[in-house]
């Protein structure tokens, strides 16, 4: 079964950097493209980044371009979420998400905190 597992988040001063990823299993992880969402507290769940099957690809958010940035390691099935120069709006539940045959999986979430 599909399976993505987000990692990375935490305590981070503004201006701070984190690097989240997000492993996935039980699909062909190369085959499909991948994105980041987040959700914050009484807010909608958001389109963050996101990169297609080959990494060739990627697209953000307004708010966050410039700031971050989607990759992928194909050979490790993991998708990442570089995030520099951190605000505290960017503080949020962090989702990865896959697209499999026309199914959204979502991972539990990694919650990021932008707080001095």
């Known amino acids: 079964q599909v399976q993505l597992v987000e990692s990375g988040g935490g305590l981070v001063e503004p201006g701070g950097s984190l690097r989240l990823s997000c492993a996935a299993s039980?699909?062909?992880?190369?085959?499909?493209?991948m994105t980041w969402y987040r959700q914050a507290p009484g807010k909608e769940r958001e389109l963050v980044a996101g990169i297609s099957s080959t990494g060739s690809t990627t697209n953000y958010a307004d708010s966050v371009k410039g700031r971050f940035t989607i990759s992928r390691d194909n050979a490790k099935n993991t998708v990442y979420l570089q995030m520099n120069r951190l605000k505290p709006e960017d503080t949020a539940v962090y989702y990865c998400?896959?697209?499999?045959?026309?199914?959204?999986?979502w991972g539990q979430g990694t919650q990021v905190t932008i707080s001095s």
């Open positions: 998400k896959a697209r499999v045959r026309y199914v959204d999986y």
């Open positions: 039980g699909f062909t992880f190369s085959s499909y493209a």
